[in-house]
């Protein structure tokens, strides 16, 4: 007789959800929309003449390491996120759930309380810029096993629980780039404001880590993880029972079946293929270098690169990964 379902109570799983969503893109976000403060650790004081206006000369005389940094940090998030995406398949067996989920988390927090602490402290533009690109790597290769570990999750549940952790992504961004606007908008220096706003991506990632503390205890998630764990023993003694002849065949049919998947899906996978190669192409790396005409020199000079260039890309982001709760495009394959 099939046990039916309880409810989740208050939403409590789907905001869990959400905001581990949030949590999973909120760091690169994070160092992404900082570009500010990076570049500016980044200069090279001695191509800058002392006599002509700052804005000006820093914008003619730009040091190797700040021109370069958008592209280097594209490469160094974008490379390690591919491959540890890639493992996730190896990881799923080697390592359990939580401890891919929780210590991801911890390990994040932990780049975000060195990187407020470095905020603070003067170090020259090479160190500066080889630690943080390595602090780039370890977050995206650690969020990229918290990415996959889950969609996992969420695929033990209904399948409206997949949105959450979408549409959280996608606040990730919009929050980073506000958080920035805000910064900007106190008139604190360029260092206090970028303390503060690596303070506020420590705090969220914490809530994050609470989050996933509290969800095991909810009864609505209970119910489906009791109900993968009972599923798993009859599977297991199945495979106990083939021979070697008989595995071998159900390899060949799983094979079959992933080949099957992908001709049905490969339409929209060419699709999101084409979709990140253009904005993860153009974003940051391009985009962030661009400087407005119309703004030179004035108070819209500093808002900028966070509101045209982040702010925007973001809040369209944010709202066609939600848009999937309410409309879907049905894909038909020959």
């Not at 914008?59 to 998030?77: D, Q």
């Not at 020259?124 to 999750?153: D, Y």
């Not at 205890?217 to 209970?222: E, G, N």
């Not at 974003?283 to 270098?289: N, V």
Request: proline residues 4%; glycine residues 6%.
């Amino acid at each position: 007789m099939a046990v039916s379902s309880p409810t989740d109570k208050c939403f409590g799983v789907w905001l869990i959800f959400f905001m581990l969503g949030l949590g999973t893109l909120l760091p690169w976000n994070f160092f992404m929309t900082a570009t500010m403060y990076f570049t500016h650790r980044l200069k090279d004081i001695s191509l800058v003449d002392s006599s002509a206006n700052q804005t000006e000369a820093s914008g003619e005389h730009r040091s190797l390491l700040e021109a370069k940094f958008n592209n280097v940090m594209t490469l160094c998030a974008m490379l390690p996120l591919l491959l540890c995406t890639c493992l996730n398949s190896f990881l799923l067996s080697l390592v359990p759930q939580r401890l891919r989920v929780m210590g991801s988390l911890l390990v994040i927090m932990l780049v975000f309380i060195a990187t407020a602490v470095l905020v603070k402290v003067p170090l020259e533009p090479l160190p500066f810029f080889s630690i943080t690109m390595v602090k780039i790597v370890i977050i995206n290769s650690f969020g990229a096993v918290l990415q996959g570990s889950l969609f996992g999750m969420a695929g033990q549940l209904p399948a409206s629980y997949t949105t959450p952790i979408m549409s959280g992504q996608g606040l990730a961004g919009t929050f980073a780039a506000f958080a920035m606007i805000c910064a900007i908008s106190s008139g604190s220096e360029l260092q206090n404001a970028a303390f503060g706003y690596f303070i506020t991506a420590c705090f969220v990632i914490f809530l994050s880590v609470l989050s996933y503390i509290v969800l095991p205890r909810l009864t609505f998630f209970q119910f489906y993880q009791d109900r993968n764990r009972n599923q798993r023993p009859d599977k297991e003694n199945s495979v106990n029972l083939m021979n070697r002849g008989e595995a071998a065949d159900q390899d060949i049919k799983q094979n079959v079946s992933m080949i099957n998947i992908f001709k049905k899906i490969w339409l929209l996978a060419l699709l999101v293929c084409f979709n990140f190669t253009v904005t993860i192409g153009t974003f940051p790396a391009i985009t962030a270098d661009t400087r407005s005409t119309l703004a030179a020199g004035g108070s819209w000079d500093q808002f900028f690169i966070p509101v045209s260039c982040f702010l925007l890309f973001n809040l369209c982001d944010w709202a066609g990964r939600s848009l999937t709760a309410f409309c879907m495009w049905k894909c038909s394959s020959s």
